[in-house]
């Protein structure tokens, strides 16, 4: 019997940064500081992330491109990657996303890439929990609750039990 399925999720959006709690709006900040120092010298597209762990310390992370695409590193996947490294005990539960082009914040909030997203899922199969997402651009904001709603038919470490 062919069935056919609908997958559909919901998120929180907000106009204005103000509209956000004090602890989201000092990770939107802690993002957009963040993609300020980004490297991205050939798609010009700067990144900034902002991971808040459970003690409340917040990691910064930061595209960096590479002339031998696609060597360089999203900054979800850096600031990320520095929370494991470094604070393996502490986990994450919020992270922030701000983009910009040329010297101004994108109007419309950036999304995680596939790969990021699959790293995010990882990441909150490791530490058993959601990691709240906050994708921020110029004209609002968006909070979803955690990956499985961008990501809803995951690969993961039950895909891999035998």
Same mark, same amino acid.
């Given at each position: 019997m062919i069935k056919t399925k609908n997958i559909t999720f919901s998120y929180t959006e907000y106009e204005r940064l103000e509209e956000l709690n004090s602890s989201d709006m000092e990770l939107v900040a802690a993002a957009r500081e963040a993609a $300020?120092?980004?490297? %991205? !010298?050939?798609?010009?597209?700067?990144v900034g992330a902002a +991971?808040? +762990?459970? #003690?409340?310390?917040?990691?910064?992370g930061a595209n960096v491109e590479n002339a031998a695409f696609p060597s360089g590193i999203c900054a979800e996947r850096s600031a990320l990657s520095n929370s494991v490294s470094n604070h393996s005990g502490d986990k994450p539960i919020s992270l922030a996303i701000a983009s910009m082009r040329g010297n101004e914040f994108t109007d419309d909030p950036p999304s995680p890439c596939g790969s990021c997203r699959q790293v995010i899922a990882e990441e909150?199969?490791?530490?058993?929990g959601k990691?709240?997402?906050?994708?921020?651009?110029?004209?609002?904001t $968006?909070?979803?609750?955690?990956? %499985?709603?961008? +990501? !809803?038919?995951?690969?993961?470490?039950? #895909?891999?039990?035998?």
């Open positions: $300020m120092n980004a490297y %991205a !010298p050939y798609s010009k597209f700067k +991971l808040r +762990l459970k #003690s409340g310390k917040i990691i910064r909150e199969s490791r530490i058993d990691i709240k997402l906050i994708l921020s651009g110029k004209n609002k $968006m909070i979803v609750d955690g990956i %499985a709603d961008l +990501l !809803p038919l995951q690969f993961n470490r039950k #895909s891999l039990e035998v």
